[in-house]
């Protein structure tokens, strides 16, 4: 059996070069859905079927009749998923800095740095717990999205790719013809939205005319999507007409409710969000402590040498040898954003531990509900509390101590969603007979070239979308979040701590509630973070989100599809991948054009056309994508 694994072709030159290109294009995809939409969805899948149409497609060229092994195609998913999870930890942090004033513009240099060192991390805190988390508890832990990306590649090898690949083609094509018609040719609206005064309180109802979050419905299914609106109801139509008063915004309800959510409504998610994490990290303690064990004895002496070559990890000298390199430069970094030896070495000891800590929690929760759902908002909040706690009770404050706080939660953040990501990528690995070793080097490779694109995208995105970072179009809910956070405990910002604790108190009724659903064996579940996450969202966003999660639960209904799910939803979640690649990039490539000097289209066109346009596009899109998530 391991004879036949090592002869089957699984990294080469062809196979590193694709797979870099995909991390990177992964990864600038989910820059730009993170800072739109506050969540990232998993690459693996899309990445896996691209990567086998491109195989297939140079051993055409050369005349050869089959396509690339299915080792290969592994490997260069592996290596694209890197970019995307890269990308989730960045884009919920850095542009912190930008928020409360710190920066101006990206530093290039500095952003690079924290992007490889915390996605470094979080792969090499993981190796070792590959013993604990895939291989020992295998059958307590299902791992949702790698089972179902393993599937893909198995199914691959048995059968043309061209159609699934068309599927991601046709979808992109779509989405980036959406964000076209809406941000460059003005032909649609962004967004519909009403806002209307009754008995002085302002009540809001509006929807994002988004593929993209459509698509991310339908790859997280109904009972998150479900989760997420319900939180947006929670903080939209009820906490706003309860907690907002509309006489001073009569002139303009609408401007009134987006001023309320920003200055109130959204700490109630922070609240719940605080809970969430909390939470988390207690229901994986045996987790926890089993990882520190086998971190421990990795340390005593090298049990690799009795390992067969295709099932060894990167040994534990490397694996030291790289830590220690990395926590020296972000030992470096730290000095050079504060220049205050003592926080210097506070934050790296505090960064140290807690990266470590949430690497061991994100690979846990992974293997639980899949990449998509791990909560790596609500530990980047905990890391957030702590240190802030911690650099505030030593003295510190102003800018340093904002600065270190989430110098800190950005280490920790790209570590959590780099090693869930390994976490699911090496389970995939496992069914399929891939070598641990070599995914491991093709993560890290994936994660060095990934991080030397995410500073110029957010640049590029902050200096050409209207608002820039932290506007309506680019909300960036997390790091607008973690902004506040920071500015309170150390700047001038002031939380609205009563709105916080309602959160926290929201938070713990559901988790009652939850339990209770547990312990009657319910298939719908009240998971808190996405929840909290609905709250904290523009409304807007949670109802397209819903809409892609009824699509998925009709469809559903129809194959009569408990058994196997995956399998029933694999073409809609392609097409899906395409929607969000296909509008993500066409953000991107129009911020380019702006940034040389190519303007918007003006071409005058009435606004009650362009909403009506906008109105039946948008019931077009659905149907459209309705039917086509229904194919075979």
């Given at each position: 059996m391991s004879n036949k694994s090592i002869e089957v072709p699984e990294l080469n030159i062809k196979v590193i070069v694709i797979g870099l290109m995909l991390s990177v294009v992964m990864g600038s995809a989910n820059v730009y859905l993170g800072l739109k939409a506050g969540m990232t969805v998993s690459a693996s899948i899309p990445?896996?079927?691209?990567?086998?149409?491109i195989l297939r497609a140079a051993r055409n060229l050369k005349g050869q009749?089959?396509?690339?092994?299915?080792?290969?195609?592994?490997?260069?998913?592996?290596?694209?998923s890197a970019g995307e999870s890269l990308a989730a930890g960045i884009i919920f942090t850095m542009p912190a800095l930008i928020l409360i004033g710190v920066w101006k513009e990206f530093d290039m240099l500095l952003t690079t740095v924290i992007a490889f060192t915390g996605g470094l991390l979080g792969i090499l805190f993981m190796i070792p717990m590959r013993q604990v988390f895939i291989?020992?508890?295998?059958?307590?832990?299902?791992?949702?999205?790698?089972?179902?990306?393993?599937?893909?590649?198995?199914?691959?090898?048995?059968?043309?790719?061209?159609?699934?690949?068309?599927?991601?083609?046709?979808?992109?094509?779509?989405?980036?013809?959406?964000?076209?018609?809406?941000?460059?040719?003005?032909?649609?609206?962004?967004?519909?939205?009403?806002?209307?005064?009754?008995?002085?309180?302002?009540?809001?109802?509006?929807?994002?005319i988004s593929p993209a979050l459509l698509a991310v419905g339908f790859i997280v299914r109904l009972n998150v999507a479900v989760l997420i609106f319900i939180g947006g109801v929670i903080g939209w139509l009820v906490g706003i007409p309860l907690l907002g008063h509309g006489i001073e915004h009569a002139a303009d309800p609408v401007e009134g409710a987006w001023t309320l959510w920003s200055t109130k409504i959204r700490y109630i998610g922070v609240?719940?969000?605080?809970?969430?994490?909390?939470?988390?990290?207690?229901?994986?303690?045996?987790?926890?402590?089993?990882?520190?064990?086998?971190?421990?004895?990795s340390q005593i002496g090298n049990k690799q040498k009795n390992i067969p070559l295709n099932q060894r990890d990167i040994p534990a000298k490397a694996i030291n040898i790289f830590s220690g390199i990395a926590i020296i430069l972000v030992a470096g970094v730290y000095y050079y954003i504060t220049k205050n030896i003592a926080i210097t070495a506070i934050t790296t000891v505090i960064m140290i531990i807690m990266a470590f800590f949430f690497t061991a929690v994100a690979s846990y929760i992974v293997g639980l509900v899949g990449n998509s759902n791990s909560p790596v908002s609500g530990m980047t909040i905990t890391a957030v509390l702590f240190t802030g706690g911690m650099l505030y009770v030593f003295g510190f404050s102003g800018t340093e101590g904002m600065v270190a706080t989430l110098g800190v939660a950005a280490i920790v953040c790209c570590a959590a969603c780099t090693s869930g990501d390994v976490c699911n990528d090496l389970k995939t690995g496992q069914i399929v007979g891939a070598s641990p070793y070599r995914q491991q080097i093709m993560q890290i490779a994936g994660v060095a070239v990934a991080s030397l694109v995410m500073a110029p995208i957010m640049q590029?995105?902050?200096?050409?979308?209207?608002?820039?970072?932290?506007?309506?179009?680019?909300?960036?809910?997390?790091?607008?979040?973690?902004a506040s956070l920071a500015n309170g405990f150390f700047g001038d910002g002031i939380l609205p701590w009563g709105m916080v604790a309602i959160g926290s108190v929201l938070g713990v009724i559901l988790l009652i509630g939850d339990s209770f659903l547990e312990s009657k064996n319910s298939t719908f579940r009240l998971h808190l973070m996405p929840v909290a996450v609905g709250i904290y969202l523009p409304f807007g966003l949670s109802t397209p989100i819903l809409i892609g999660g009824l699509i998925a639960h009709f469809i559903l209904a129809e194959n009569d599809s408990?058994?196997?799910?995956?399998?029933?939803?694999?073409?809609?979640?392609?097409?899906?991948?395409?929607?969000?690649?296909?509008?993500?990039?066409?953000?991107?490539?129009?911020?380019l054009l702006a940034s040389a000097g190519i303007q918007n289209l003006s071409l005058g066109l009435d606004p009650n056309v362009v909403t009506t346009l906008t109105f039946f596009s948008a019931i077009g899109t659905v149907w459209w994508f309705y039917s086509n998530s229904r194919s075979k």
């Open positions: 990445a896996a079927v691209v990567g086998m149409l009749s089959l396509g690339g092994s299915i080792l290969e195609a592994n490997q260069i998913q592996t290596a694209a291989v020992s508890n295998e059958d307590n832990l299902q791992y949702p999205e790698g089972v179902a990306c393993a599937s893909v590649l198995e199914a691959g090898q048995e059968k043309s790719e061209s159609n699934n690949a068309m599927s991601v083609v046709k979808g992109a094509l779509l989405g980036g013809a959406f964000k076209g018609l809406i941000s460059f040719a003005g032909i649609l609206k962004g967004n519909l939205e009403n806002a209307f005064l009754s008995g002085n309180r302002i009540f809001f109802f509006g929807a994002d609240g719940a969000m605080v809970v969430g994490g909390i939470s988390s990290i207690f229901k994986v303690r045996k987790g926890l402590v089993d990882a520190i064990k086998v971190l421990r004895d590029l995105l902050h200096e050409n979308t209207p608002g820039g970072i932290g506007g309506r179009e680019l909300a960036a809910p997390q790091a607008g979040l973690f408990e058994k196997n799910p995956d399998n029933v939803l694999q073409g809609g979640v392609l097409l899906a991948s395409g929607l969000i690649a296909g509008e993500s990039l066409m953000g991107i490539i129009l911020a």
